[in-house]
């Protein structure tokens, strides 16, 4: 997929310089970025008809030999694919050896079980150098509860051996406040992936605004169409950037459900086939967190066990 130098968006068919000048304010300012949008985000941004927008989406791809790729090229691909280690032996395993870059991985389970916890780690360990597990990368924060907390990174930074200070710096935090707030900033984060030193991005909560906004069965349908929106941004950011992408979605107890799929998620499968990675957090046996990554592509469904400690998540209690 090599982009030719001397095409830029502006070589697009109907896109002249007002339409090339609002592509651009949206931040889809390469043949790529067209290339792998839609329709409908076209005819927003820009403005024009869902004709044009098709055409411009079918010439971008053409000029970016786009379709199938080889199954070489997806193995180099794949390849390029980078792992963030939690910190727990165990947790790394059903992950695969670590969560990857280049996708997007859910973190859902009850108030309480760790989502955000998990959250701090990764944003600490991805700071790391590549043989202790990171990947020497930056993080952005949306940050949608008011639950970042620098004292956490300072305490699990201190227990990961890395400076407090300089951790802390690396960190962009943003609050959102709505969920269209929460989806600007999705899309505004492409700015700083932009600069290639950021590899992670954390959405915690993924759902809430949307949940406390979107209340009735009459809304629920715009709530899946901005959710899926909102995805759509995400997943795009962790395929163009390479970037590791981590949701967080909280669901509720069925304390009259034994068994079955616990996934009763906000936002339900929309969420679920635009992340590649699930994984089902909850308390287990004396303080420990269970883990389970469910339905994901490639690795089995499989537990895990850890602990979250003063300094972080370990395998053992402290
Ligand atoms: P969620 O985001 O899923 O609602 P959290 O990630 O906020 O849940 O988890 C909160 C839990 O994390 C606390 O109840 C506590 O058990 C644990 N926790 C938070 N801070 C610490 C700490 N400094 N040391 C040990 N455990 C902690
Ligand atoms: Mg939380």
Redesign the pocket.
Known sequence: MAEKKELTVSDLPGVGPSTAEKLAAAGIDTLLAVAVSSIGVLTEEAGVSDSVARKMIQAARDMLDMGFETGDVILEKRQKVNKIKTGSQSFDEIMGGGFETGAISE?F????????????QLAVNVQKPEEEGGLNGKVIYIDT?N?F?PE?II?MATGAGLDPNVCLKNIKIARAYNSDHQMLLAEKAEDLLKEGTYKLLIV??LTAHFRAEFIGRGTLSERQQKLNKHMHTLLKVADMYNCCVIV?N?VMAKPNVMFGDPTQAIGGHIVGHSSTFRIY?R?GKK?SRVGKLVDSPNLPENECMFF???SGLNDKEL
């Open positions: 973190l389970g009850e108030f309480g079980s760790g989502k955000t916890q998990v959250a701090h509860e639950t907390r956490r305490q915690d909560s967080t909280q957090l308390k303080g979250v400690n003063e």
